[in-house]
């Protein structure tokens, strides 16, 4: 069985999610959720959010999840659907959970929601377990 709190501390300490100030919010085996605040440095030329924060976001919800039970899982394939643009100011909250777990490999979904918990960005992605 994993240290809960060790797994916890090495998906926190994320350089890139601290750079763009993506925050894991719960993590539990096979789930997790982060969170993100949508700042101007986030938009791009149409003052929206740059769906490569977007994908980072759900990203990090998906890698925390598929990590979340101690074993080292990266990322095979992932794609991402974008439905609504958000403001600057949303908090942007990305909710991951195991959609089918095997032996080598794992699917998840990742729901990305606004304070409204209106969909504004779906992804999936599957994890090869070496």
């Known amino acids: 069985m994993a240290d809960t709190e060790a797994v916890r501390r090495r998906i926190e300490s994320d350089a890139y999610c601290d750079t763009l100030g ?7 085996p096979g789930a997790a959720s982060t969170r993100l605040e ?6 791009n030329f149409h003052g929206t959010p740059h769906g490569g924060a977007i994908y980072s976001l759900a990203d990090a919800a998906f890698a925390a999840a598929s990590n979340s039970y101690g074993e080292t899982a990266v990322a095979l394939e ?4 974008y439905l609504e643009a958000v403001e600057v100011g949303t908090v942007l909250t990305a909710t991951a959970e195991e959609t089918h777990g095997g032996k080598r490999t794992a699917e998840y979904e990742v729901v990305v929601t606004d304070e409204d918990d209106d969909r504004i960005a779906t992804f999936r992605g599957r994890v090869y377990k070496p």
């Open 38 to 43: 949508v700042t101007e440095d986030l938009t």
């Open 22 to 28: 993506i925050d894991l919010v719960s993590l539990e």
């Open 78 to 81: 992932t794609n991402v659907s």
